[in-house]
């Protein structure tokens, strides 16, 4: 079993700018600290979550410069249909019945958003390069998961925190309900990993269990 010192050394800095990211992604905008930017008629709130996808980007151009994007290339039939709707929804935002539209302003900002966040996914392949990589990104997911999880049987029970709802009805933890259940499938995903190719080959291996109940 590794421990954390064998994880992480300089090559690991990739993928833990990534792991730490992760809880700043999976936190619900509305509980973050902003920064309102005016932009005409319309405005852009810069959260902590976007400067943690600012730092990821920046860590994966790094990592591209010193060691190549050959990594990239296995992927390609994900990124032409990924470039090509990028392409077709910038497109619809800036063609002229678009631009003329009175809420052009707040389509633009959302559009960026959406290409901020479409980044994450060139970043994660070039940051992720090992095993030991892995390993530290997903302990970071399935942590995070399992604290959400825990936030939201609190809720379930009655607790009143992060906007909780009606006790015993579905929660939406401190991420929203929709990103609690991709978070929590991600757990699961790699809990029913472990029971079809074995606990011992799973890259976080000693999170097994905690994956299966912050999934299930």
């Known amino acids: 079993m590794r421990t954390l010192r064998d994880l992480v050394d300089r090559d690991a800095t990739g993928a833990l700018f990534l792991a730490l990211a992760i809880p700043f992604l999976f936190f ?5 600290p902003e920064l309102t930017v005016d932009l005409g008629s319309t405005s852009a709130d810069i959260r902590l979550s976007d400067l943690a996808v600012l730092v990821v980007v920046i860590a994966s151009i790094v990592y591209a410069a010193r060691k190549g994007t050959s990594r990239l290339g296995p ?10 709707l990028l392409l077709w929804l910038a497109f619809q935002a800036l063609r002229p019945a678009s631009v003329d539209d009175p809420l052009f302003e707040d389509h633009l900002v959302s559009y960026v958003k959406l290409v901020e966040y479409a980044l994450i996914v060139v ?5 992720v390069r ?3 990589d892995l390993t530290i990104v997903l302990g970071s997911l399935v942590l995070w998961s399992a604290v959400a999880a825990a936030v ?9 925190i992060f906007d909780a709802w009606n006790a015993g009805w579905r ?7 929709h990103d609690l259940a991709a978070l929590s499938a991600v ?16 890259p ?3 999170l097994w269990g905690t994956a299966l109940m912050a999934g299930a």
Do not use: C, M, N
Not at 75 to 84: D, E, K, M, Q
Not at 152 to 160: P, R, S, T
């Open 28 to 32: 619900h905008e509305k509980y973050q």
């Open 75 to 84: 992927s390609r039939i994900l990124w032409i249909p990924g470039i090509a």
């Open 123 to 127: 970043a994660v392949p070039l940051l």
């Open 130 to 132: 090992r095993t030991q």
């Open 152 to 160: 939201a049987l609190l809720q379930f029970f009655g607790l009143d």
């Open 171 to 177: 929660q939406p933890s401190l991420l929203g309900h």
């Open 187 to 202: 757990s699961a995903a790699l809990a029913v990993t472990g029971i079809l190719a074995g606990r011992a080959r799973l």
């Open 204 to 206: 976080a291996a000693p």
